[in-house]
């Protein structure tokens, strides 16, 4: 993990104002401590600051982008740091900004079923936290533990229940947001009706840092469902996938997640997390579904009555339905397993593409064909979430970095040949930069750029995430 070769420290006049702002113990120079923030989770290649800042107010967090901003000095922004594009990786000359120290649940409206939350708050933290009152905060990601609901919302994370509650974007009611010119803007409203011109709060979710700095939100609740039922099924092809997703949106209101696993998926979970095989037979795919709400014996008596129904029409071919709790941990952990195959299978790619539904069967047996005969070393494990277009391919090793810089090209181009989106949740960052034409317009990026320089147009905020280049004036 080197040191940036070209970094230069900061000038003394900058020291000295940071250290007058945040105080010395606010102000990382540590080589050991330091190291954590060297990287996220991507194959980004991992940077050691020299400077990690540690914030402790929204007031900080915007003073410190002021004095960056007159000094020139570019920032990386680092929530929870399980990103898996490289957007929260230092980069060389860069300083890093940890919102961690920003941690505080401020305000918890019990009554309207809001929150409002400090940037660094863990999404897991915030989702226990709700729950003591009858609340639940749905958005829900396998990182749930470490993600911070800053990084949530900078990538418009998804997840695995956004059939239901939609992605972060849906959750957000209001944001704070601290601009590379130091304002602190206030778009914290809490009202869900709010038609008074452009809602700016959208401009920097999803934008993955590069124009402001997310300090505190406000999120939307929904009342905690009660009982929580869940089922693996085993399915004879994906078409029967699509058949299934559709009928139980149909028979069931509560259905909460509808996660799709190809074999190789669940083969290679069942290794790394030593899970038995769900079934006797194996399956070409297998689909996990979940429904929440509040009469656990009448909601599993309807997915049962559902599934069975689905079997008799040989859309399912075998199923499980979960009979208690630690049956219904005991199926998610199927699909959970990302996170140490994510470990075992490095140097990796995991793509995060959306393709309309009714291709992405055709999709997976393209692109699987292609990478099996061209690269018949690595594992390539598709999975996804069915029910929002959205599919994952996880495949590695690549010990050699020009085989996974090739097979990603061929990979991207593929998915804008199906009209489809590079990116469907976990954002751009650098890893994804390079094939961003794939999904965006020529108009679109300049329009993209210009924004930039509207917000930052000293370039100093996470330069070089999502787009290369200086930030380019409007015409
Ligand atoms: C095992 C595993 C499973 C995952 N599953 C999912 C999934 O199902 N769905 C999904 O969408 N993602 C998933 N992810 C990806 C990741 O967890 C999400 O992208 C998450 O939202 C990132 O949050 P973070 O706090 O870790 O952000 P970081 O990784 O620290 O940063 C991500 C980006 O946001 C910027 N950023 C962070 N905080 C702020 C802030 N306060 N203001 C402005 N910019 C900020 C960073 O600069 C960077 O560009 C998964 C990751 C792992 C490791």
């Known amino acids: 993990m080197p040191l940036p070769t070209d970094y230069a420290p900061l000038s003394p006049d900058l020291a000295a104002s940071l250290a007058a702002l945040l105080g010395d113990d606010a102000i990382s120079h540590d080589p050991a401590r330091n190291a954590a923030h060297a990287g996220d989770w991507s194959e980004a290649p991992h940077v050691q600051p020299p400077i990690v800042l540690f914030p402790r107010t929204p007031g900080q967090v915007a003073g410190t982008l002021r004095l960056c901003h007159e000094h020139g000095q570019p920032i990386a922004v680092q929530g929870g740091l399980t990103g898996l594009t490289g957007g929260a990786t230092p980069q060389a000359g860069e300083i890093v900004l940890s919102l961690s120290r920003l941690n505080a649940i401020e305000d918890f409206d019990t009554v309207g079923g809001t929150v409002l939350v400090q940037a660094g708050v863990a999404l897991e933290v915030l989702q226990q936290h709700v729950e003591t009152e009858g609340w639940a905060f749905p958005l829900d990601l396998g990182a749930r533990g470490s993600c911070q609901v800053g990084g949530n919302a900078a990538t418009n994370a998804g997840g695995n229940r956004v059939i239901r509650y939609g992605t972060m974007r849906n959750l957000v009611l209001g944001l704070e947001v601290a601009l590379p010119d130091g304002r602190l803007l206030d778009l914290l409203g809490r009202v869900t009706k709010n038609t008074t011109g452009v809602d700016l709060k959208h401009l920097f979710i999803g934008a993955e840092g590069t124009l402001g ?33 559709r009928e139980l949106r149909r028979a069931l209101p509560g259905l909460s997640a509808f996660e799709l696993m ?7 979970s069942c290794e790394v997390s030593q899970l038995r095989p769900p079934f006797g037979d194996p399956a070409p795919v297998y689909a996990l579904v979940e429904t929440q709400g509040v009469d656990d014996a009448a909601d599993r008596q309807q997915l049962e009555q559902t599934l069975g129904q689905a079997l008799e029409h040989d859309i399912v071919s075998d199923v499980i339905v979960a009979q208690s709790l630690d049956d219904n941990h005991s199926l998610w952990a199927y699909r959970e397993s990302v996170g140490e195959l994510l470990g075992r299978l490095k140097p990796f790619a995991a793509f995060d593409v959306a393709i309309p539904v009714a291709r992405m069967g055709d999709f997976v047996q393209q692109v699987g064909a292609r990478l099996a005969e061209r690269y018949p070393e690595p594992r390539h494990l598709f999975f996804g979430h069915l029910g929002d277009d959205n599919l994952h391919l996880l495949t590695g090793p690549y010990p050699d970095a020009a085989d996974l810089h090739a097979m990603e090209a061929a990979v991207y181009a593929t998915v804008g040949d199906y009209g489809g989106s590079i990116s469907g949740e976990h954002g751009v960052g650098v890893v994804k930069k390079p094939f961003l034409h794939h999904s965006r317009s020529a108009d679109e990026l300049t329009i993209m750029r210009q924004l930039k320089a509207v917000f930052d147009p000293r370039g100093i905020l996470n330069p070089g995430r999502i787009l290369d280049g200086a930030p380019e004036p409007a015409r």
């Open 262 to 268: 190809w074999q190789d998926f669940m083969t290679a």
């Open 213 to 245: 700095i997310i300090t505190r939100l406000t999120l939307k609740l929904s009342p905690r469902a009660t009982a929580t039922t869940v089922a693996l099924c085993a399915l004879p092809s994906f078409q029967a996938a699509t058949r299934l997703v």
